[in-house]
């Protein structure tokens, strides 16, 4: 028979999840091992969606193996869509309170394209968001200062650094002191060694970027969540390789395009798509350097990929 639930007495929060079974951090901030009851599980029995880094549970725990039972209700939800032609959700982790995106300025060079998507759908999950640029050690001043008030305007907070010579990393600890914050961005670009340099003697593992094609090697397997001290959590995770947004329609789009919501509703015709229309109050705010055109050129591409995805 199965135990009420009312027995899992204990609380704790999930730090990472593994094949069958996850690691619980206590408040105390102990470790341990623990399994998941079947019936939180599911038909496919695999841990999918059903428990996730940064879930508050409730287990019980007789001294043999620790057992989760419950998970509590969510306050909100960082997703994506599986890899793969189906459409799935892949929840990365929750009740965050930010996002950090990590981006690296060279070895691999900034790509916007992960940016504009992982914002967006940190906008659409209702969770504050910053860009940090690393490896300013190796990159001119100039350029990044460029890229980063293009975010800027459009509401995000951003940093300038570097994670090896700990340039920009007093200001960043700062800003994720007394938070929750969810790292992520492409393979390489110094997640893990940003989060060592903001917690140092946690050791996470940290890669080597492949010479030849100045990509990352996924050193990082699995999300992980660590806390410095109390208050203060940083969960890693594995570098993406491309990032689909999960729950956006290619209509409401426009609406995570932050900087875009000023004009929203002011274009002469109703339904304008924000192209080539006559009386377009978007491409009258790019015209007036108010919306950055690499902006509205990363909407303009990432729309046509939903509807493309919506009409199949
Ligand atoms: N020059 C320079 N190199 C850095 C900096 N930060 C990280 N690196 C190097 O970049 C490489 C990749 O760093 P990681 O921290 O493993 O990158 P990651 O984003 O965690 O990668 P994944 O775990 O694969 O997603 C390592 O060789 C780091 O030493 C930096 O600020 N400057
Ligand atoms: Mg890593
Ligand atoms: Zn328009």
């Known amino acids: ?37 079947r019936g939180l599980l599911g038909r496919t029995r695999a841990l999918g969606n059903a428990v996730v880094v940064g879930d508050r549970v409730a287990y019980r725990d ?28 892949q929840v990365v982790a929750v009740n965050l309170d930010q996002l950090v995106l990590v981006a690296s300025l060279v070895e691999p060079e900034f790509k916007p394209g992960l940016a504009d998507r992982v914002l967006g759908q940190a906008e659409h999950a209702g969770i504050p968001a910053r860009l940090v640029l690393n ?7 100039g350029m990044a200062e460029d890229i980063l008030r293009a975010y800027m305007r459009a509401g995000h907070a ?22 929750r914050s969810l790292f992520v961005g492409h393979s390489g670009v110094g997640k893990s060694t940003v989060v060592n340099a903001l917690a140092p003697g946690l050791d996470l593992l940290v890669g080597q970027v492949n010479a030849k094609t100045g990509k990352g090697r996924h050193t990082t397997t699995a999300a992980w969540l660590v806390r410095p001290e109390p208050d203060f959590e940083l969960i890693d995770t594995p570098g993406v390789r491309t990032f689909g947004m999960w729950g956006i329609g290619s209509r409401d789009l426009e609406q995570v395009y932050v ?6 509703g002011r ?3 109703t339904d304008c798509r924000h192209g080539r229309e006559p009386g377009c109050a978007i491409l009258a705010a790019v015209g007036a350097g108010e919306i950055s055109p690499r902006r509205l050129g990363s909407f303009l591409k990432l729309r046509e990929e939903l509807e493309g995805e919506e009409s199949r």
């Open 135 to 141: 490896k300013l050690d190796r990159a001119e001043r």
């Open 259 to 264: 900087e875009f919501r000023p004009f929203l």
């Open 267 to 269: 274009c002469r015709f």
């Open 1 to 37: 028979m199965r135990e009420p639930a009312s027995e899992a007495d204990q609380r704790a929060v999930v730090a990472r999840v593994d094949f069958g079974g996850c690691v619980l951090l206590r408040d105390d901030g102990e470790l341990l091992d623990a399994t998941v009851a």
């Open 158 to 179: 951003g940093h300038l650094g570097s994670a090896r010579t700990g340039e920009g990393m007093d200001e960043l600890r700062h800003a994720c002191r007394g938070r």
């Open 62 to 89: 007789d001294g043999a193996a620790p057992v989760i039972l419950e998970v509590e209700p969510r306050r909100n939800v960082f997703s994506r869509r599986a890899a793969g032609e189906r459409p799935q959700e």
